[in-house]
């Protein structure tokens, strides 16, 4: 698919979201937040971006612990919406944290 990022591009992306890690296959940010209740909070804030967008990254809840990942499953890669989701994620931690 013609908007797949490669790793190039992904490597780059990734220089300006320095709490993420990954590659073509997807990126990710794990984050530890105060609470169960913060976490669900800040989960329920990334669905209405993720509504908003209508781009859904994957998400794994384990009490305080909460790992996001974003890749365009219908592209099978890393695009572009990904690196826009994961700065919408990255506003609403830091507005969290
Ligand atoms: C119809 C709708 O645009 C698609 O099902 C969207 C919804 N959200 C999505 N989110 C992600 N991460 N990948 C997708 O391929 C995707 N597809």
Known sequence: MADLLTAD????ELGGLTDWSGDPTGIGRTVQLGSFPDVIAVVDRVAAVAEELDHH???DIRWRTLTFRCVTH???GVTHRDIELAGRIDDIVRSAA
């Open 57 to 59: 990254p994957d998400i």
């Open 74 to 76: 219908s592209a099978g």
């Open 9 to 12: 591009a992904v490597r780059e």
